[in-house]
Each structure stands twice: as structure tokens, then as C-alpha cells.
């Protein structure tokens, strides 16, 4: 097997893995580590997520949350990360996630990316900074 194929069934692998760790739920330790990297209140990240007051405190009761849940999860994860990268300190990313983007017509990026499609649109305002492109 070539190193791009290992590379690629490893990369599957991983994506596999993922995807069962979703759909299985993930832990509710996950939302307290985003809530902590996030460094919002506990209530802002369950909104995010979707979930009412009482849901979350089912789901720190149960000790993990449902699929639906856990992929906007995963989603959160991802954008923290690009924007961690992208300016290159948890702190700055903290504060460009929290507050309003023009480029996002003055949405916050942790609202606008309550739906996937909204999250695409943080995404590639993030990779519009990256690469200094800023229209």
C-alpha cells in the first residue's frame, strides 16, 4: 500500500470513528470543554447547541448529549479550532467568536453558525482573514 493510501484509509479511519462517536452522543464533559475554551456561561453554550435550560441540566444528569447535539458540537469544535489558527491564540479567537463580524453583516459567529450552512459562512470568513482577503 502507498503512503498517500495509508494516509487516505487512516484519514476514512478517523472520519469513521467520528461519525460513531456522534451518533452514539458524546459525553457531557465535551460541552463543559467547549464551554471552558469558549469561556461563555454554561447556559450560552446549551443555547448554541440547542437545548433548553431543563435539557441541559437532563444531559449533565444523564452525563452525555444526543446526536443532534453532539454534531453542533463537533461543529463549535471546529470553528473554535480554525479560529485558534487563524489568529493564532485562544484569547483572540474567544473574542472574534463572541463578537460582532461585519463580514458576517454584523452577526456574531457563534450565532450565525447554528445551522451548517451558517457555519460554512464562518468558515470562509476565516479563510478570507487567513489569506488577507477581505472582501
Do not use: C
Not at 472520519?15 to 452522543?25: C, E, L, T, W
Not at 471546529?78 to 485558534?84: S, Y
Request: net charge positive; glycine share 8%.
Amino acid at each position: 500500500m502507498t503512503t498517500t493510501a495509508l494516509k487516505r484509509s487512516q484519514a476514512f479511519a478517523t472520519v469513521h470513528q467520528q461519525i460513531g462517536r456522534i451518533q452514539a452522543g458524546l459525553s457531557f464533559r465535551a460541552v463543559q470543554n467547549l464551554q471552558k475554551a469558549l469561556d461563555i456561561p454554561l447556559e450560552t453554550v446549551a443555547s448554541v447547541l440547542g437545548m433548553s435550560r431543563a435539557t441541559l441540566h437532563r444531559r449533565k444528569l444523564q452525563g452525555k448529549i444526543d446526536e443532534d447535539e453532539s454534531e453542533k458540537l463537533v461543529r463549535y469544535q471546529r470553528l473554535l479550532k480554525k479560529a485558534e489558527d487563524v489568529f493564532g491564540d485562544g484569547k483572540s479567537a474567544r473574542e472574534w467568536l463572541t463578537h460582532k463580524q461585519a463580514g458576517l453583516g454584523k452577526a456574531v459567529p457563534l450565532d450565525f453558525a447554528r445551522t451548517e450552512i451558517g457555519a460554512r459562512e464562518v468558515e470562509n470568513l476565516l479563510g478570507r482573514l487567513e489569506y488577507g482577503v477581505y472582501s
